[in-house]
Protein backbone atom coordinates (compact mmCIF):
# COMPACT_ATOMS: atom_id res chain seq x y z
CA UNK A 1 0.00 0.00 0.00
CA UNK A 2 1.21 3.48 -0.59
CA UNK A 3 1.71 6.54 1.64
CA UNK A 4 -1.70 8.29 1.84
CA UNK A 5 -0.83 10.49 4.34
CA UNK A 6 2.02 12.80 2.56
CA UNK A 7 1.11 16.51 2.47
CA UNK A 8 1.27 15.84 -1.42
CA UNK A 9 -0.61 12.85 -1.88
CA UNK A 10 -3.31 14.54 0.71
CA UNK A 11 -3.50 17.83 -1.70
CA UNK A 12 -3.42 15.46 -4.79
CA UNK A 13 -6.37 13.37 -3.76
CA UNK A 14 -8.48 16.24 -2.31
CA UNK A 15 -7.81 18.61 -5.26
CA UNK A 16 -8.35 16.11 -8.00
CA UNK A 17 -12.07 15.00 -6.23
CA UNK A 18 -13.05 18.31 -6.07
CA UNK A 19 -12.52 19.61 -9.43
CA UNK A 20 -13.84 16.27 -11.03
CA UNK A 21 -16.86 16.78 -8.57
CA UNK A 22 -17.09 20.50 -9.15
CA UNK A 23 -17.17 19.30 -13.54
CA UNK A 24 -19.37 16.86 -12.67
CA UNK A 25 -21.91 19.00 -11.51
CA UNK A 26 -21.38 21.67 -14.12
CA UNK A 27 -21.80 19.05 -16.98
CA UNK A 28 -25.20 18.08 -15.40
CA UNK A 29 -26.72 21.50 -15.01
CA UNK A 30 -25.53 23.23 -18.21
CA UNK A 31 -24.78 20.38 -20.88
CA UNK A 32 -28.10 19.37 -22.42
CA UNK A 33 -29.75 17.73 -25.76
CA UNK A 34 -30.29 20.52 -26.42
CA UNK A 35 -26.56 22.28 -26.73
CA UNK A 36 -25.71 22.98 -30.25
CA UNK A 37 -22.48 21.57 -32.38
CA UNK A 38 -20.72 25.00 -31.87
CA UNK A 39 -21.92 25.70 -28.07
CA UNK A 40 -18.78 25.62 -25.96
CA UNK A 41 -19.67 27.66 -23.19
CA UNK A 42 -20.43 24.39 -21.06
CA UNK A 43 -16.51 23.31 -21.51
CA UNK A 44 -15.41 26.71 -20.55
CA UNK A 45 -16.90 27.78 -17.40
CA UNK A 46 -15.68 24.14 -15.84
CA UNK A 47 -12.36 24.21 -17.47
CA UNK A 48 -11.72 27.53 -15.73
CA UNK A 49 -13.58 26.74 -12.51
CA UNK A 50 -11.72 23.07 -12.41
CA UNK A 51 -8.22 25.66 -12.53
CA UNK A 52 -9.34 28.01 -10.22
CA UNK A 53 -10.38 25.87 -7.49
CA UNK A 54 -6.90 23.60 -8.12
CA UNK A 55 -5.07 26.56 -7.67
CA UNK A 56 -6.88 28.17 -4.52
CA UNK A 57 -6.26 24.61 -3.31
CA UNK A 58 -2.72 24.81 -4.27
CA UNK A 59 -2.34 28.28 -2.90
CA UNK A 60 -3.31 27.07 0.53
CA UNK A 61 -1.35 23.98 0.46
CA UNK A 62 1.81 25.15 -1.11
CA UNK A 63 2.06 28.39 -1.27
CA UNK A 64 5.44 28.36 -3.34
CA UNK A 65 5.22 25.43 -5.86
CA UNK A 66 4.25 27.06 -9.41
CA UNK A 67 1.24 25.65 -11.70
CA UNK A 68 1.81 24.89 -15.02
CA UNK A 69 -2.09 24.78 -16.02
CA UNK A 70 -3.48 24.98 -19.93
CA UNK A 71 -5.83 28.33 -19.24
CA UNK A 72 -5.56 31.77 -18.17
CA UNK A 73 -8.05 34.45 -17.49
CA UNK A 74 -7.80 36.35 -20.85
CA UNK A 75 -10.89 34.88 -22.54
CA UNK A 76 -12.84 34.91 -19.46
CA UNK A 77 -12.12 38.69 -19.31
CA UNK A 78 -12.76 39.50 -22.99
CA UNK A 79 -16.01 41.34 -24.15
CA UNK A 80 -18.93 39.21 -24.47
CA UNK A 81 -17.60 36.93 -21.88
CA UNK A 82 -19.47 38.09 -18.95
CA UNK A 83 -22.12 35.58 -18.64
CA UNK A 84 -19.32 32.86 -18.48
CA UNK A 85 -17.05 34.84 -15.62
CA UNK A 86 -20.18 35.06 -13.81
CA UNK A 87 -21.04 31.14 -13.96
CA UNK A 88 -17.06 30.08 -13.66
CA UNK A 89 -17.56 32.18 -10.53
CA UNK A 90 -21.18 30.95 -9.05
CA UNK A 91 -19.40 27.18 -9.31
CA UNK A 92 -16.27 27.75 -8.04
CA UNK A 93 -17.91 29.30 -4.51
CA UNK A 94 -20.25 26.69 -4.33
CA UNK A 95 -16.82 24.75 -3.43
CA UNK A 96 -14.54 27.49 -1.87
CA UNK A 97 -17.27 30.03 -0.12
CA UNK A 98 -17.21 33.93 -0.80
CA UNK A 99 -15.50 35.17 -3.80
CA UNK A 100 -15.49 37.75 -6.22
CA UNK A 101 -14.94 37.34 -10.27
CA UNK A 102 -11.58 39.30 -9.69
CA UNK A 103 -10.24 36.69 -7.24
CA UNK A 104 -11.22 34.02 -8.98
CA UNK A 105 -9.60 35.34 -12.28
CA UNK A 106 -6.23 35.15 -10.21
CA UNK A 107 -6.54 31.65 -9.10
CA UNK A 108 -6.70 30.41 -12.68
CA UNK A 109 -4.00 33.32 -13.92
CA UNK A 110 -1.65 31.21 -11.04
CA UNK A 111 -1.52 28.33 -13.86
CA UNK A 112 0.53 30.50 -16.40
CA UNK A 113 3.90 29.33 -13.93
CA UNK A 114 6.67 28.26 -15.55
CA UNK A 115 8.08 24.92 -14.66
CA UNK A 116 10.81 24.56 -12.16
CA UNK A 117 12.66 21.98 -10.31
CA UNK A 118 9.44 21.30 -8.84
CA UNK A 119 6.08 22.66 -9.89
CA UNK A 120 2.78 20.78 -10.67
CA UNK A 121 1.12 20.57 -13.90
CA UNK A 122 -2.74 21.09 -14.10
CA UNK A 123 -5.46 19.56 -17.59
CA UNK A 124 -8.65 20.94 -15.53
CA UNK A 125 -10.98 19.25 -18.06
CA UNK A 126 -8.84 16.50 -20.56
CA UNK A 127 -11.10 15.10 -23.14
CA UNK A 128 -13.64 18.43 -23.59
CA UNK A 129 -15.38 16.98 -26.63
CA UNK A 130 -16.19 13.76 -24.42
CA UNK A 131 -17.39 16.00 -21.49
CA UNK A 132 -19.54 17.84 -24.14
CA UNK A 133 -21.01 14.53 -25.90
CA UNK A 134 -21.56 12.88 -22.11
CA UNK A 135 -18.97 10.57 -22.50
CA UNK A 136 -15.22 10.35 -20.85
CA UNK A 137 -12.92 13.12 -19.63
CA UNK A 138 -10.59 13.72 -16.64
CA UNK A 139 -9.42 15.97 -14.68
CA UNK A 140 -5.17 15.29 -14.81
CA UNK A 141 -2.70 16.72 -12.16
CA UNK A 142 1.27 15.85 -11.10
CA UNK A 143 3.82 16.72 -9.43
CA UNK A 144 7.40 17.04 -11.36
CA UNK A 145 10.38 17.30 -9.81
CA UNK A 146 13.71 17.00 -11.01
CA UNK A 147 12.38 16.51 -14.36
CA UNK A 148 10.51 13.31 -13.16
CA UNK A 149 6.98 12.88 -12.30
CA UNK A 150 6.36 12.10 -8.53
CA UNK A 151 2.68 11.77 -8.03
CA UNK A 152 -0.07 11.73 -10.47
CA UNK A 153 -3.86 11.76 -9.87
CA UNK A 154 -6.70 11.38 -12.64
CA UNK A 155 -10.44 12.24 -11.62
CA UNK A 156 -12.61 10.03 -13.59
CA UNK A 157 -16.14 10.46 -13.30
CA UNK A 158 -17.82 8.07 -15.57
CA UNK A 159 -15.33 5.39 -15.02
CA UNK A 160 -15.82 2.90 -12.13
CA UNK A 161 -12.58 0.60 -11.09
CA UNK A 162 -10.41 2.75 -12.82
CA UNK A 163 -11.63 1.10 -16.14
CA UNK A 164 -15.18 0.14 -16.72
CA UNK A 165 -17.10 3.10 -17.85
CA UNK A 166 -20.24 4.02 -16.02
CA UNK A 167 -22.09 7.21 -16.52
CA UNK A 168 -24.19 7.28 -12.91
CA UNK A 169 -21.46 5.40 -10.88
CA UNK A 170 -19.27 6.88 -7.98
CA UNK A 171 -16.37 7.07 -10.84
CA UNK A 172 -13.22 7.05 -10.04
CA UNK A 173 -9.93 8.43 -8.62
CA UNK A 174 -6.45 7.18 -9.57
CA UNK A 175 -3.61 7.69 -7.79
CA UNK A 176 0.27 6.64 -8.56
CA UNK A 177 3.59 7.76 -6.80
CA UNK A 178 6.33 6.84 -7.98
CA UNK A 179 8.13 4.03 -6.00
CA UNK A 180 4.97 2.79 -4.29
CA UNK A 181 2.49 2.08 -7.27
CA UNK A 182 -0.86 2.57 -8.81
CA UNK A 183 -3.79 2.82 -7.33
CA UNK A 184 -7.73 3.60 -7.59
CA UNK A 185 -10.94 4.26 -5.38
CA UNK A 186 -14.38 5.99 -5.70
CA UNK A 187 -14.35 9.66 -6.64
CA UNK A 188 -16.78 10.47 -4.29
CA UNK A 189 -15.99 9.01 -1.41
CA UNK A 190 -12.19 8.11 -1.20
CA UNK A 191 -11.42 5.10 0.82
CA UNK A 192 -10.20 1.61 0.31
CA UNK A 193 -7.17 1.83 -2.65
CA UNK A 194 -6.85 -1.36 -5.15
CA UNK A 195 -3.91 -1.64 -7.07
CA UNK A 196 -4.07 -1.55 -10.74
CA UNK A 197 -1.54 -3.82 -12.95
CA UNK A 198 -1.32 -3.99 -16.44
CA UNK A 199 -2.27 -6.96 -18.91
CA UNK A 200 -0.05 -9.63 -19.10
CA UNK A 201 -0.79 -9.96 -22.92
CA UNK A 202 2.25 -10.98 -24.75
CA UNK A 203 0.76 -11.58 -28.24
CA UNK A 204 0.82 -8.56 -30.25
CA UNK A 205 -1.85 -9.92 -32.41
CA UNK A 206 -4.65 -9.90 -29.37
CA UNK A 207 -3.54 -6.31 -28.05
CA UNK A 208 -6.33 -4.10 -27.73
CA UNK A 209 -5.41 -0.76 -28.90
CA UNK A 210 -6.97 2.29 -27.08
CA UNK A 211 -8.02 5.00 -29.90
CA UNK A 212 -9.25 8.43 -28.92
CA UNK A 213 -12.73 9.85 -30.81
CA UNK A 214 -10.42 13.10 -31.59
CA UNK A 215 -8.28 12.57 -34.15
CA UNK A 216 -6.78 16.08 -34.74
CA UNK A 217 -3.46 15.02 -33.88
CA UNK A 218 -2.70 11.59 -34.95
CA UNK A 219 -2.43 9.98 -38.04
CA UNK A 220 -5.10 7.73 -38.53
CA UNK A 221 -3.52 6.14 -41.80
CA UNK A 222 -0.39 5.06 -39.57
CA UNK A 223 -2.78 3.89 -37.03
CA UNK A 224 -4.05 1.71 -39.27
CA UNK A 225 -0.97 0.69 -41.33
CA UNK A 226 0.46 -0.36 -37.50
CA UNK A 227 -2.78 -2.27 -36.53
CA UNK A 228 -2.59 -4.16 -39.86
CA UNK A 229 1.76 -5.07 -39.98
CA UNK A 230 0.80 -6.80 -36.31
CA UNK A 231 -2.31 -8.17 -37.32
CA UNK A 232 -4.80 -7.09 -34.69
CA UNK A 233 -7.60 -8.16 -35.64
CA UNK A 234 -9.85 -6.61 -32.33
CA UNK A 235 -11.84 -3.61 -32.55
CA UNK A 236 -10.52 -0.40 -30.65
CA UNK A 237 -11.68 0.64 -27.83
CA UNK A 238 -12.38 4.32 -28.69
CA UNK A 239 -11.98 6.37 -25.29
CA UNK A 240 -11.62 9.98 -24.63
CA UNK A 241 -8.98 11.22 -22.27
CA UNK A 242 -6.32 10.73 -20.10
CA UNK A 243 -8.81 8.11 -18.83
CA UNK A 244 -7.51 5.51 -21.20
CA UNK A 245 -4.15 5.51 -19.09
CA UNK A 246 -6.17 4.46 -16.26
CA UNK A 247 -7.88 1.72 -18.58
CA UNK A 248 -4.29 0.75 -19.32
CA UNK A 249 -2.96 0.43 -16.34
CA UNK A 250 -5.99 -1.37 -14.94
CA UNK A 251 -5.96 -3.82 -17.81
CA UNK A 252 -8.46 -3.14 -19.70
CA UNK A 253 -5.96 -2.31 -22.86
CA UNK A 254 -2.80 -2.66 -24.02
CA UNK A 255 -1.62 -0.68 -26.68
CA UNK A 256 -2.44 3.21 -26.86
CA UNK A 257 -0.55 5.61 -30.18
CA UNK A 258 -0.17 9.66 -29.97
CA UNK A 259 1.37 9.53 -33.80
CA UNK A 260 2.23 12.39 -35.69
CA UNK A 261 -0.48 13.92 -37.97
CA UNK A 262 0.85 14.71 -41.30
CA UNK A 263 -0.98 18.42 -41.06
CA UNK A 264 1.08 18.85 -37.94
CA UNK A 265 4.72 17.43 -38.45
CA UNK A 266 6.21 19.95 -35.67
CA UNK A 267 2.99 18.91 -33.18
CA UNK A 268 5.12 18.44 -29.33
CA UNK A 269 2.23 17.37 -26.67
CA UNK A 270 1.59 19.10 -23.50
CA UNK A 271 3.05 18.10 -20.22
CA UNK A 272 -0.07 18.42 -18.89
CA UNK A 273 -1.64 16.03 -21.40
CA UNK A 274 0.40 12.98 -20.40
CA UNK A 275 2.36 13.02 -16.93
CA UNK A 276 0.13 11.89 -14.59
CA UNK A 277 -1.38 8.92 -16.72
CA UNK A 278 2.42 8.67 -17.91
CA UNK A 279 3.31 7.76 -14.34
CA UNK A 280 -0.21 6.02 -13.91
CA UNK A 281 0.68 3.63 -16.36
CA UNK A 282 4.56 3.37 -15.51
CA UNK A 283 3.46 2.61 -11.94
CA UNK A 284 1.16 -0.43 -13.06
CA UNK A 285 4.03 -2.47 -14.82
CA UNK A 286 3.63 -0.57 -18.16
CA UNK A 287 5.88 1.38 -20.05
CA UNK A 288 5.71 4.88 -22.21
CA UNK A 289 7.67 6.41 -24.72
CA UNK A 290 8.00 8.59 -27.32
CA UNK A 291 7.60 6.81 -30.63
CA UNK A 292 11.92 6.74 -31.03
CA UNK A 293 11.48 5.04 -27.83
CA UNK A 294 13.00 7.62 -25.69
CA UNK A 295 11.81 8.27 -22.05
CA UNK A 296 9.22 11.46 -21.97
CA UNK A 297 11.29 14.42 -21.03
CA UNK A 298 9.15 16.45 -18.55
CA UNK A 299 11.83 19.00 -17.96
CA UNK A 300 11.96 21.16 -21.04
CA UNK A 301 8.88 23.51 -19.87
CA UNK A 302 5.38 23.23 -21.15
CA UNK A 303 5.72 21.40 -24.44
CA UNK A 304 7.14 17.73 -24.61
CA UNK A 305 9.72 19.56 -26.69
CA UNK A 306 12.27 16.90 -27.22
CA UNK A 307 9.59 14.08 -27.77
CA UNK A 308 8.15 13.13 -30.61
CA UNK A 309 4.23 11.25 -30.21
CA UNK A 310 3.85 8.69 -27.59
CA UNK A 311 3.59 5.02 -27.35
CA UNK A 312 1.98 3.48 -24.34
CA UNK A 313 1.80 -0.11 -23.56
CA UNK A 314 1.56 -3.04 -20.62
CA UNK A 315 5.43 -3.05 -21.49
CA UNK A 316 5.76 -6.50 -22.74
CA UNK A 317 4.38 -5.22 -26.23
CA UNK A 318 6.84 -2.37 -26.28
CA UNK A 319 9.11 -3.90 -27.94
CA UNK A 320 7.14 -4.91 -30.59
CA UNK A 321 5.19 -2.24 -31.16
CA UNK A 322 8.51 -0.08 -31.53
CA UNK A 323 9.80 -2.01 -34.24
CA UNK A 324 6.36 -2.23 -36.16
CA UNK A 325 6.95 1.93 -35.69
CA UNK A 326 10.05 1.98 -37.22
CA UNK A 327 8.47 -0.62 -40.13
CA UNK A 328 5.80 1.66 -41.28
CA UNK A 329 8.02 4.76 -41.23
CA UNK A 330 5.97 6.30 -38.05
Known sequence: MFN?????????IQAVQQAALLVRQVQAELVSPALTKDDRSPVTVADFASQALVARLLSQAFADDPLVAE???AALLAQGSEQDLQLVTQFVTRVTGPADPR?????????????ASRFWTLDPIDGTKGFLRGDQYVVALALIQGGQVQIGALGCPNLVDGQTPNFNGSGSLVIAVRGEGAWTTSLESPGAFQPLRVSVQSDP??????????????????????TEALEIHAAPLRMDSQA?????????GDLLLRLIAPSKPD???????????????????????????????FSAGRMLANNRGV???????????????????A
Open 4 to 12: THTPEVQFA
Open 205 to 226: SQARVLRSFESGHTNLSQIDRF
Open 267 to 297: YREKIWDQAAGALVLEQAGGRISDLDGKNLD
Open 311 to 329: LASNGTLHAPALATLAQIG
Open 244 to 252: KYAVLAAGG
Open 71 to 73: EDS
Open 103 to 115: QVCAWIDRGRADS
